[in-house]
């Protein structure tokens, strides 16, 4: 037994975390569940771990400030198994910073590399890290899969349907784990995960329709060409895609790239067809992916998608060119209608969070609305609302658990299953399968408003009216080569 002391530390510890995850909206018996969860986790996190235990990490793109990578980096910390051994970027500065922060931390200077390859041809490293830019995700990962390493990867998974397929096939071939860095499935106090039990067990009844609520793509207009900073290696950035000129507002050269200076390379490349899908594989990986999650439908897909709306996309080759504000729609082969959206959602007013406090979901707000016959579930990364107090109180009925046990941190889960070598939370087949519905998303928008695509979720690949053109955009053309999948 602990020491009385101890005992009230642990009993204030576990107060507090209850009290906190109860004001962040969720009900009193899902913040015990998800408290214990934790302590738990913890628990196995900080033990001591013998030296036939530990894992050697490498990370791939890394140091960026405004990089998932070093937030992912972050919650890693307390997990005494790991050994952060290499970190690898074309950007000199990134991975400096890497460098030393590694250094700082771990009391372990990393080896430093530009090339991917050079980290996983290292044997002695068991997980690699992935948090490039979109369009070097699935090459990275597969590489990574094929010479026996564990991958995290971060979202989007892939940059087209065809890597999606491809990444599936080397995950299944090899038996690698592969976590996807979807972690709405496992962090943001359970919200999304509460969610979906609510929806999965019935509790709002049939689904009618899911609003996923991603936001406005942003607009640069035409951004100037100029050298390339010293110490980028521009030709390795751009990889598999065409040989372009590097831009950046003039005003922001010698600053450091952070999310709000329009260039095409560091974090707005995400604005640029050629390397990523925009908001619909940015934030659309994240909602879309609870979408599925709700419909019990990992690993499938609808069966039409349409364009509804879209706003025109600046196309002179030098700026952005995602249009602005769009609205997709999905159908499902069960009834459910699936609307991808900047904005101009659904506005539901008397709504309740689980204390009674009543609100309004706004047509803006960011997350994922539910609607059923019996109730209605919105959910965002700080919030969780029900159309009656009811479905918030009462602890949901599930024939089978959504997951064999809650998660509290994405990366423990990852590497739980390290250990065990079942498929994490997000696996490929999961992660991919959700992308997979972004990259419909992302060629709907290509094909333009009105033009109704019908998919075949088993064949992946598009059917009909349209088809032709439409299944040409479920690859693209790579100027360094296809991927090597063997």
Not at 157 to 186: C, D, H, N, P
Not at 232 to 259: C, F, H, M
Not at 352 to 376: R, W, Y
Request: charged content about 20%; aromatic content about 8%; glycine content about 10%.
């Amino acid at each position: 037994m602990l020491p009385l002391q101890n005992n009230l530390s642990r009993r204030g510890f576990i107060s507090n975390s209850i009290a906190g995850l109860t004001a962040a909206g969720l009900p009193l018996w899902y913040a015990n569940h998800l408290t214990a969860a934790g302590i738990a986790a913890n628990q196995e996190a900080a033990k001591t771990r013998s030296p036939n235990d530990q894992l050697q990490v490498g990370w791939v793109g890394i140091g960026s400030p405004s990089s998932r990578a070093l937030q992912v980096y972050s919650t890693t910390k307390n997990y005494n198994q790991l050994k952060h051994v290499a970190v690898c970027d074309v950007d000199a500065r990134h991975l400096y910073r890497a460098a030393v922060k590694f250094k700082e931390d771990n009391k372990l200077e990393p080896q430093q590399y530009s090339n991917y390859r050079e980290v996983i041809d290292r044997e002695d490293i068991d997980i690699v890290v992935v948090a490039t830019p979109d369009h070097w995700h699935a090459e990275i990962a597969i590489s990574a899969m094929l010479k026996g390493k564990d991958v995290y990867c971060e979202k989007p998974l892939t940059l087209t349907i065809e890597e999606s397929l491809q990444l599936m096939q080397v995950q299944k071939a090899t038996g690698r784990v592969l976590q996807t860095g979807s972690q709405q499935r496992s962090e943001f106090g359970g919200l999304f995960r509460l969610a979906t039990e609510i929806v999965r067990s019935g509790a709002i009844g049939k689904i009618k329709t899911i609003e996923c609520r991603i936001g406005s793509n942003p607009t640069s207009g035409p951004i100037e060409e100029v050298a390339v900073p010293r110490g980028l290696d521009w030709d390795q950035w751009l990889g598999s895609t065409p040989v372009v000129p590097y831009r950046i507002k003039k005003a922001a050269i010698g600053r450091d790239l952070e999310n709000g200076v329009p260039t095409n390379c560091h974090y707005n490349f995400r604005w640029f067809q050629a390397y990523s899908g925009g908001k619909m594989t940015d934030w659309g990986a994240h909602h879309i992916d609870i979408a599925q999650w709700c419909m019990n439908m990992d690993g499938s897909g609808p069966t039409k998608v349409v364009c509804q709306s879209m706003s025109e996309v600046y196309d002179k080759g030098d700026g952005y060119d995602w249009p602005k504000d769009f609205r997709i729609k999905l159908t499902y082969g069960n009834g459910v209608d699936v609307f991808v959206m900047s904005g101009d959602g659904s506005e539901v007013a008397g709504m309740v969070n689980a204390k009674g406090d009543s609100k309004m979901v706004k047509p803006n707000e960011n997350g994922v609305l539910i609607q059923g016959e019996l109730g209605t579930i919105f959910v965002g990364r700080n919030l969780l609302l029900a159309s009656k107090k009811e479905l918030l109180d009462t602890e949901p009925k599930l024939e089978k658990p959504l997951y064999d046990k809650i998660t509290t941190n994405h990366f423990g889960n990852f590497l739980d299953c390290i250990v065990s070598r079942k498929d994490p939370i997000c696996s490929a087949t999961v992660g991919g399968g959700s992308v997979i519905i972004c990259h419909l998303g992302v060629i709907a928008l290509q094909m333009g408003v009105g033009k109704e695509l019908t998919w075949d979720p088993v064949k992946y690949q598009f059917t009909g009216a349209n088809a032709e053109l439409a299944n040409s955009k479920i690859a693209r053309k790579r100027r360094t080569g296809p991927i090597k999948l063997s």
